[in-house]
């Protein structure tokens, strides 16, 4: 029987694997991917500070474009961000009462979540990993005035002396918006995070990414396998070993990445069980409009109402073709076509809308509800990274769900930095 030893073996697909991959290959690791063809990240993909500074690294800045501009509606309050109108003139057009205290809190809240990255960067990566890494994270905190109990702190703090209904409406729904969660729910840190990254003044195109990524992949010599031939893996109590394939082939390896929740099945059934619940996923649905679009409205919209709800527009102006993202709660009423037509009346107010695969009832979406876990080490984690003695969690809607693509990159940053420093690649 053929065999053949890897450093780091991947088990399924998400973005924060496919970026952990290629750092990995690119650092010497021998690196095998077991995955079906990666298609581009669904939803909103937003640039952040981990991501552009992993893409200047390896000559990726054909993967920037222009960033989308996307608008909070609520019934009082149109705000756009990232549009032609500078922010500020648009916080003094909506919050004329309270422009100073709303201007103030956004200002903060991009100043702080710079100077998270760039700690987060320097300490490499996130303090989930164990004691090492939270002090790394400690000393590089210290001179930029981090700290994780401040940075635990309710996001929803930071506009509660505003006692304007609509202002804090319109906040509200912006976060949770960004978030698809609840906004009350958010810690400063994600809060900071998600502000930095959805004002940055560089966009990312999710098709370039990708082929950028497997491309690098494959020029630093990393391996893909086909799903299909994997066999469960291998072990000796909490060491995952290796794995065979359908042809007879086994695979050895150093370390094992769980790259999404389907691979779960493969691994050893006491290492899975410490992967807990996380919010149910994001629900993704085609929405067909019949009418005009609003030359007013931006390409994506995040709409106010009681579950997170964001809008993502098709150009053109009759027969409109749309996403809607939203992460469903437990019992909420609002997720039912007729709801959910009066909810994107804010959007498109005259116009006749079908909802070809929306789930009637929220009760159809799958996914376990949970809440994160503070003494992990980061504000919203809800699972560690490293899982068993060798194996460890690569998947950013499990770790960091409220913080999407930056979410992913965080994390697949962190898990690289990590076993390059433990692994010793060739030269």
Known sequence: MSQYYYDVIIAGQSLAATLAGTLLARGGCRVLS???????????????????KVLEGMGGRSCFAPPVPFQVLTDQVRLEVLGSCPFEDELRREFPDNFSAVSGLFQDLQALGQRLEQT????????LLGLSSRLRFFRKGLGKQLSLRALAKPLASRWAGIRHAPTRNALETLFAGLALA?????SLAEGALLWSGAHRPD??????????????????????EDPGKMRPLEHQGERITGLSVK?????????FILADRSMLKYFPERIAARIKSSPRPVQRSAVEVQGEKSPLLAPRVILQGSSPLRLEIASGTQDISSVLEYRPCDGDPEFDPAAMHQRLGLAFPFARMEFPDLPSTPGEASGATGASNPRLGFPGAFNRLQLGHNSWLCHGESVLPHLGAIGEMLVGVAVANHLLRIIKPRK
């Open 182 to 186: 609840d906004p009350g729910k958010l």
């Open 203 to 224: 966009g990312i195109s999710s098709q370039a990414l990708l082929e950028f990524l497997q491309l690098r992949f494959e020029q630093f010599h990393g391996v893909t």
């Open 34 to 52: 077991i995955s079906a063809p990666v298609e581009p990240p669904k939803g909103w993909l937003s640039s952040s500070f981990h991501l552009e």
């Open 120 to 127: 987060l960067w320097d300490a490499g990566g996130l303090p």
């Open 247 to 255: 042809e007879g082939a086994r695979c050895a390896g150093g370390h």
